[in-house]
């Protein structure tokens, strides 16, 4: 062979020509101007399926099978035109008989010209690469489903998400079924299931569903649906008219053969042995019927999607438990109190929050009204209201004032923030700070005043018995646990007698938008006067039709004026005089009120000693006190602070009896303090017909 032989060099490009078109691994194809194949190595051939000799002469469009052949061509045509090659061009085409099968290629396109620039075709390079993109596609839907599937703490989005991410990408249609417990919360059922578990259409994307989403129903059995939640193991089953199967639900037999699915895939919704639910896939008409790495593919698909709804389902069980600790710390009924009518109106969020109110019986006829609220939501904050309203209620039992009882509520949410702040970094209440909002009122039905204090709460509203309403400018407290040191203040208001007091959380009585009243502000103002449990369901009403979506309480308390003939004062000397003068006033008092004899002599007792310590130890001046309301109250004031004590007098002791001889006969009694000295007071039982 001569280097500058010609000949040489023609034969060499022959042979050359030959072994590319005889041997290469790649298929090689000529076109003519008009798209026709003119020459076809054997692997080009093969991808039809058929010979090269078959091949010639059959258009490039139709030689692939191309899904869109109009663009296809279009794309070799502006090729042959100007001359600019197309590398590594994906096309799809099907080429078996049922045109099921899908065959993807990576077609590279150049221009053939002779010596003399005249343009004699195209010459095409196409390689199948059906199987590198299929892994590819493969590896894109499972990343899909983890970017998408879970993003929702709820079982049933987590359905949907799932449904919408795998069609169509994966197949023509997707049903997802859950057991029905699960959407409750409840732990899932072990494999093997039991026949009679209802499962709930929780998902569909397709044509038209042989059930509606939310539909309920056992899986039929002798099907692969029932097979599935037997034993685990995906079901790969063809749809034809002699599936023996579809006989056992003839609903979904319908469906499944108006779809045109030809393929279907059963998947269990399981994780370490718990079931969940199944996953049915479907392919339809043109799609190709599922394969063996499609089992797996699904498999690792309903295996990320049952650990999303295992997590939602553990958040659901979460939030019920927290939503229930939270109902079950609240007052469970009102309480029928002489003082005021009251009615709260608790709007929970799903996930339980921190909201409370009390409604609290103190001495002298007065009541302590509640409301407060825990930042944040869930089991923590849920725990940690019940912690408050204990305390609180502890600290009302002191009958002190209601910004002191700010105080002392306060120092507990600081020690209690401390505690939660002391949890090991891995807890994840550890991470959220501790903070509170409440405001009190306390309201005296003999002289109808109420003293209000705030923390982190808006004011109450106050609505009087004509429809006018105010907010009290009750000093703004800081939020308890907070940063904030400012003290605490009180204000007292005089309230007429049928005055609404509306309190609620930040959420409900702030202002709804700058081109709205204040949402309780314009129901009362409509119906002072109307029922407190109408109110508060006109209250809900406004609420469910505006656009609210946190947790909110509210408190309505109606005030009554204590019959001035339950209300007794009387004037005492500061002397000896003063124990015998009390004496006969309460033995006056009781025999007019009728409260019976025991009563009678228990409160003679209880005033007579609880005068002498104040003629004793106190100040003047000294003042008795007698209320008939659900006990019959014995107070006596002096303008002392000096509290008297309890004593366990030894059998030497000639004193120190007195007071202790009181505690043994009452119910309840204790010291209130105030600007001017003190009160004692003591509450005796009386027979109910006299409350």
Same mark, same amino acid.
Request: with cysteine; proline share 8%; charged share 25%.
């Given at each position: 062979m001569s280097a500058g032989d010609p000949n040489t060099a023609k034969e060499t490009e022959h042979a050359v020509l030959k072994a590319v078109f005889a041997q290469h691994a790649v298929g090689l194809l000529v076109l003519d101007d008009d798209l026709r194949i003119v020459r076809a190595n054997v692997v080009a051939s093969a991808m039809r399926a058929e010979s090269a000799d078959e091949v010639v002469g059959m258009r490039f469009a139709d030689a692939f099978g191309l899904e869109d052949a109009e663009v296809e061509e279009a794309v070799v045509r502006e090729v042959l035109t100007t001359g600019v090659p197309v590398i590594d061009r994906l096309i799809r085409g099907r080429n078996a008989p049922d045109g099921r099968s899908l065959r993807l290629y990576s077609v590279t396109t150049t221009r053939l010209k002779n010596e003399r620039g005249d343009v004699l075709g195209l010459a095409a390079c196409a390689v199948d690469v059906t199987e590198r993109e299929r892994t590819r596609r493969r590896k894109d839907i499972l990343e899909t489903v983890r970017e998408r599937v879970g993003r929702r703490l709820d079982v049933l989005a987590v359905c949907e998400e799932l449904a919408d991410a795998v069609v169509p990408a994966f197949s023509g249609a997707a049903v997802v079924d859950v057991v029905e417990a699960i959407v409750r919360g409840e732990a899932p059922p072990t494999a093997p299931v039991d026949q009679d578990v209802p499962l709930r259409r929780a998902a569909f994307r397709g044509r038209t569903p042989a059930r509606p989403v939310g539909d309920i129903r056992h899986p039929p059995h002798g099907t692969p649906f029932s097979r599935v939640l037997t034993d685990l193991r995906p079901r790969l089953v063809p749809v034809d008219g002699d599936t023996t199967w579809l006989r056992a639900d003839p609903a979904r037999a319908e469906a499944i053969r108006a779809s045109g699915a030809h393929s279907v895939l059963v998947v269990a919704l399981e994780l370490r042995g718990e079931v969940f639910g199944m996953v049915t896939f479907y392919r339809r008409e043109q799609e190709e019927p599922f394969d063996s790495e499609d089992i797996e593919l699904a498999s690792a698909i309903c295996t990320h999607t049952a650990l999303c709804i295992d997590n939602a389902r553990r958040f659901a069980r979460e939030q019920a438990i927290a939503a229930t600790v939270q109902r079950r710390a609240l007052p469970q009924r009102p309480v029928d109190l002489s003082a005021v009518d009251i009615s709260p109106l608790f709007l929970a969020a799903p996930e339980g929050g921190g909201a409370w109110f009390d409604v609290t019986p103190m001495s002298g006829a007065r009541t302590a009204l509640i409301v407060g609220d825990i930042a944040g939501r869930g089991m923590a904050a849920a725990t940690a209201m019940g912690q408050l309203r204990t305390a609180?209620?502890?600290?009302?039992? =002191?009958?002190?004032?209601?910004?002191?009882?700010?105080?002392?509520?306060?120092?507990? #949410?600081?020690?209690?923030?401390?505690?939660?702040?002391?949890?090991?970094?891995?807890?994840?209440?550890?991470?959220?700070?501790?903070?509170?909002?409440? %405001?009190? /009122?306390? $309201?005296?039905?003999?002289? =109808?005043?109420?003293?209000?204090?705030?923390?982190?709460?808006?004011?109450?509203?106050?609505?009087?018995?004509?429809?006018?309403?105010?907010?009290?400018?009750?000093?703004? +407290?800081?939020?308890?646990?907070? /940063?904030?040191? !400012?003290?605490?203040?009180? #204000?007292? %208001?005089?309230? &007429?007698?049928?005055?609404?007091?509306?309190? +609620?959380?930040? +959420?409900?009585?702030?202002?709804?938008?700058?081109?709205?009243?204040?949402?309780? &502000? !314009?129901? =009362?103002?409509?119906?002072?006067?109307?029922?407190?449990?109408?109110?508060?369901?006109?209250?809900? $009403?406004?609420?469910?039709?505006?656009?609210?979506?946190?947790?909110? @309480?509210? @408190?309505?308390? &109606? !005030?009554?004026?204590?019959?001035?003939? &339950?209300?007794?004062?009387?004037?005492?000397?500061?002397?000896?005089?003063?124990?015998?003068?009390?004496?006969?006033?309460? *033995?006056?008092? %009781?025999?007019?009120?009728?409260?019976?004899?025991?009563?009678? =002599?228990?409160?003679?007792?209880?005033?007579?000693?609880? %005068?002498?310590?104040?003629?004793? $130890?106190?100040?003047?001046?000294?003042?008795? *006190?007698?209320? @008939?309301?659900?006990?019959l109250t014995c107070e006596v004031t002096d303008a002392s602070l000096s509290a008297p004590h309890l004593r366990h007098a030894s059998l030497a002791d000639e004193t120190g009896r007195g007071l202790f001889i009181v505690a043994s006969v009452v119910s309840n009694w204790g010291i209130r303090y105030s600007k001017h000295g003190k009160t004692v007071w003591a509450e005796l039982p009386i027979p109910p017909h006299q409350a």
């Open positions: 609180l209620c502890s600290l009302v039992a =002191l009958d002190l004032e209601a910004d002191e009882l700010l105080a002392r509520l306060n120092d507990t #949410v600081i020690r209690l923030a401390a505690e939660r702040a002391a949890l090991p970094a891995g807890d994840p209440v550890h991470r959220e700070p501790l903070i509170a909002g409440c %405001v009190i /009122a306390v $309201y005296d039905p003999v002289d =109808l005043t109420c003293a209000i204090a705030c923390a982190g709460l808006p004011d109450p509203l106050i609505v009087e018995p004509d429809g006018s309403s105010y907010v009290p400018n009750a000093p703004a +407290g800081p939020v308890l646990g907070g /940063a904030d040191s !400012t003290p605490f203040a009180t #204000v007292t %208001v005089q309230l &007429r007698e049928g005055s609404v007091l509306a309190m +609620g959380t930040a +959420g409900l009585t702030g202002q709804r938008t700058p081109e709205h009243e204040n949402l309780v &502000r !314009t129901v =009362l103002e409509q119906s002072p006067g109307q029922n407190l449990r109408d109110l508060c369901d006109a209250l809900a $009403y406004e609420w469910d039709d505006g656009d609210y979506r946190d947790e909110a @309480l509210v @408190l309505l308390a &109606r !005030t009554k004026r204590l019959p001035a003939g &339950r209300v007794v004062r009387c004037d005492l000397p500061h002397g000896p005089e003063a124990a015998p003068m009390a004496r006969a006033a309460v *033995r006056e008092q %009781v025999e007019h009120w009728r409260v019976g004899d025991e009563a009678a =002599l228990t409160a003679e007792l209880v005033v007579s000693e609880l %005068v002498g310590n104040a003629v004793r $130890y106190g100040k003047p001046p000294i003042h008795l *006190r007698m209320i @008939l309301d659900r006990v």
